[in-house]
Nanobody
Framework: QVQLVESGGGLVQAGGSLRLSCVASGRTFNTYAMGWFRQAPGKDREFVIRVSWSGGRPCYAPFAKGRFTISRDNAKNMVFLQMNSLNVDDTAVYYC???????????????????WGQGTQVTVSS
């Protein structure tokens, strides 16, 4: 079992930055990969970014490349999503998720992630 809790969401102006955090508990943190997804109103959930168990091998959605970065601190059981150059299209609820089956693959499929946080709202104003 893994419990995930996100924080750091809020309201930011277009062009600004925001850093989301996700703290995990339960299963040993450095044995599984972590990803971030988001869901905008009226849209399907979509993959954002992912990092392997060691903090390497990040993989990105096209819209995230060059603007978003992911990192993790295995000593603190935390993963972070740094978002820069935000625009209104980034407005969504952001979720962290755990892939406990393959800590090294790059998968963008939501069903490959077993555990999910409750989400944190990010709103970007124009």
């Amino acid at each position: 079992q893994v419990q995930l809790v996100e924080s750091g969401g809020g309201l930011v102006q277009a062009g600004g930055s925001l850093r989301l955090s996700c703290v995990a508990s339960g299963r040993t943190f450095n044995t599984y990969a972590m990803g971030w997804f988001r869901q905008a109103p009226g849209k399907d959930r979509e993959f954002v970014i992912r990092v392997s168990w060691s903090g390497g091998r990040p993989c990105y959605a096209p819209f995230a490349k060059g603007r978003f970065t992911i990192s993790r601190d295995n000593a603190k059981n935390m993963v972070f999503l740094q978002m820069n150059s935000l625009n209104v299209d980034d407005t969504a609820v952001y979720y962290c998720a755990a892939d406990i089956f393959d800590p090294n693959r790059c998968t963008t499929v939501g069903s490959d992630y077993v555990y999910w946080g409750q989400g944190t709202q990010v709103t970007v104003s124009s």
